[in-house]
C-alpha cells in the first residue's frame, strides 16, 4: 500500500518576478516567488482555465499514489502582477498553479538515464498513473494523433553522484487531452478506455509485474470521498461546472476501478509493437 504523502511546506504566497515565459500552450512561466522559483499556470494561457483544473487535480492524484511530484501551491495573481505570455497570450487576475523548481533535467529518451534512476519503480508506476488518468501529453496511445513528449519526463538530482530520480510533473492533459470539462467525461467510452498510456519503448524494460499489482492494490483502496475533496480544491475561477465536476470525479474513481479489474484479470502494460532488437 502506498505511504501517504506528507504535508507540503512549500507555500508561496505571491509572485515576485517573472523570470521566462515558455511558449507552450499553457504559457508556462518560471518566477520567483517569495518562497523562491517555481513554475506558473495562469488563467489566460491559451488552451484556457480547465487545463489548470487538471494539473492540480492530477498534481494531487500523483501524490497520493505514492509518486514523486514538485511541492505546488495556488497563489493569486493580482491585476497589477499579471504579464504578457508569448503569441499575444496575457496572463489574467485569478489564482494560478505555480509549482517547486527542483534542479535537474529532462529526460534524453534513452534507456541508459533510466538505469541511472534511483526509484526504478515509479516507471511502473507513472505508465499506470497516464492511464488511469488518460494522460496524453506524455506518450499518447497513438502516436499517429499526437507525438510523445520526452520533456514531460524530469530527472531530478539527488545527493549521489551518477544517479536521479524520476519526477511526475506536467499533468495539464490529463482526462480529456486539453478539451474543456463537461459532463462528457463520464461517458462510457473514456471510462472503459482500455489503451496504455505513458509507456515509451524504454519504459517497457523497467515494468515488472509485481508493481503492476502494487499500484491496483492502491487503486483498489481509493474511496470516492478523497477524490471528491481533490475536485473540490479547483477554485471557482477557473470555470469548471457542478456537472463538470461529478463527472470528473465520476471518471477518476470509475476507471481506477476499471484498472483494478483490468490488473486482476492479469494485465501488464506492454508495447504493441516492440522495438526490434
Same mark, same amino acid.
Given at each position: ?7 507540503? !511546506?512549500?507555500?508561496?504566497t ?6 521566462e ?5 499553457t504559457?508556462?512561466? +518560471?518566477v520567483a516567488? $517569495? ?5 506558473l499556470?495562469?488563467l489566460g494561457?491559451?488552451?484556457g482555465?480547465?487545463v ?7 498534481s ?9 511530484v ?8 493580482p491585476?497589477?502582477?499579471c ?10 487576475p485569478?489564482?494560478?498553479? *505555480? ?8 529526460w534524453g ?5 533510466l ?5 526504478p ?5 507513472l505508465? *499506470?498513473?497516464?492511464?488511469?488518468l ?6 499518447p496511445? $497513438?502516436? +499517429?494523433?499526437r +507525438?510523445?513528449?520526452?520533456a514531460? *519526463?524530469?530527472?531530478?538530482?539527488t545527493?549521489?553522484?551518477g544517479?536521479?530520480?524520476?519526477v511526475?510533473?506536467?499533468? !495539464? ?9 463537461t459532463?462528457?467525461l ?13 509507456l ?6 523497467? *515494468? ?10 492502491v487503486?483498489?483502496s ?5 477524490v ?14 457542478p456537472?463538470?465536476?461529478q ?10 476501478g476499471?484498472?483494478v $479489474? ?6 501488464v ?7 526490434? !532488437?
Open positions: 500500500m502506498a505511504d501517504r504523502p506528507s504535508p507540503q !511546506t512549500w507555500q508561496p505571491r509572485l515576485v518576478r517573472v523570470v515565459s515558455y511558449d507552450t500552450s504559457g508556462t512561466t +518560471k516567488t $517569495d518562497a523562491t522559483y517555481g513554475y499556470k495562469a494561457n491559451r488552451q482555465p480547465h489548470l483544473a487538471a494539473e492540480l487535480v492530477a494531487s492524484l500523483a501524490r497520493w499514489f505514492g509518486l514523486t514538485p511541492e505546488f501551491a495556488l497563489i493569486p495573481l491585476a497589477d502582477a504579464f504578457d505570455l508569448p503569441r499575444g497570450a496575457r496572463v489574467q485569478g489564482p494560478a498553479f *505555480v509549482s517547486r523548481h527542483v534542479n535537474g533535467r529532462t529518451g534513452s534507456e541508459t538515464e538505469k541511472m534512476v534511483e526509484n519503480s515509479d516507471i511502473t508506476r505508465v *499506470v498513473l497516464d492511464t488511469w488518460r494522460n496524453c501529453d506524455r506518450h496511445p $497513438d502516436l +499517429k494523433v +507525438k510523445p513528449n520526452y514531460n *519526463v524530469y530527472l531530478a538530482d545527493e549521489k553522484a544517479t536521479a530520480r524520476l511526475a510533473i506536467d499533468h !495539464t492533459h490529463c482526462f480529456d487531452c486539453g478539451r474543456d470539462f459532463e462528457r463520464s461517458h462510457i467510452d473514456n471510462m472503459k478506455d482500455d489503451r496504455t498510456y505513458g515509451f519503448p524504454p519504459f517497457a524494460g523497467f *515494468v515488472t509485474r509485481s508493481q503492476v499489482s502494487w499500484c491496483g492494490a487503486l483498489e481509493l474511496q470516492r470521498e478523497a471528491e475533496r481533490i475536485v473540490a480544491t479547483v477554485p471557482a475561477e477557473w470555470q469548471v461546472e456537472q463538470a465536476r463527472a470528473l470525479v465520476q471518471l477518476i474513481h470509475g476507471r481506477a476499471f484498472l $479489474d483490468r490488473i486482476k484479470s492479469g494485465w502494460p506492454e508495447l504493441l509493437d516492440p522495438p526490434s !532488437t
